[in-house]
């Protein structure tokens, strides 16, 4: 079983940045790949940004590219979005998921990809 506890959620402005964590628990943390997703109220979960296991790999939501970057650190078994030139519209819960895998360089862009979720952390954009 996998663990995934997001923090760094908050209330900024627009222009302004915020780095979201996700700790893992597990001692394979750097066989997973991991994923951020996104839900606004009333709408549905949408995905943000991913990684594969070693990191080598990356993807982004058309978005939020230039904008987030997606990092992981395999010794702390956490990955990071870092959040920059918010928006109104960035406003949601994020959600942090994560995929075991067999060493895969593969990341994985739906929701269906992903095995584990965290419980979201709120971030609020005010204009």
């Known amino acids: 079983q996998v663990q995934l506890i997001e923090s760094g959620g908050g209330l900024v402005q627009a222009g302004g940045s915020l780095r979201l964590s996700c700790a893992a628990s597990?001692?394979?943390?750097?066989?997973?790949?991991m994923g951020w997703f996104r839900q606004a109220p009333g709408k549905e979960r949408d995905f943000v940004a991913a990684?594969?296991?070693?990191?080598?790999?990356?993807y982004y939501a058309d978005s939020v590219k230039g904008r987030f970057t997606i990092s992981r650190d395999n010794a702390k078994n956490t990955v990071y979005l870092q959040m920059n030139s918010l928006k109104a519209e960035d406003t949601a819960v994020y959600y942090c998921?994560?995929?075991?895998?067999?060493?895969?360089?593969?990341?994985?862009?739906?929701?269906?990809?992903?095995?584990?979720w965290g419980q979201g952390t709120q971030v609020t954009v005010s204009s």
């Open positions: 998921a994560a995929r075991i895998t067999n060493r895969s360089e593969r990341y994985y862009t739906t929701l269906s990809g992903y095995n584990y």
């Open positions: 990684i594969n296991y070693s990191g080598s790999g990356t």
């Open positions: 597990g001692r394979t943390f750097s066989t997973y790949a």
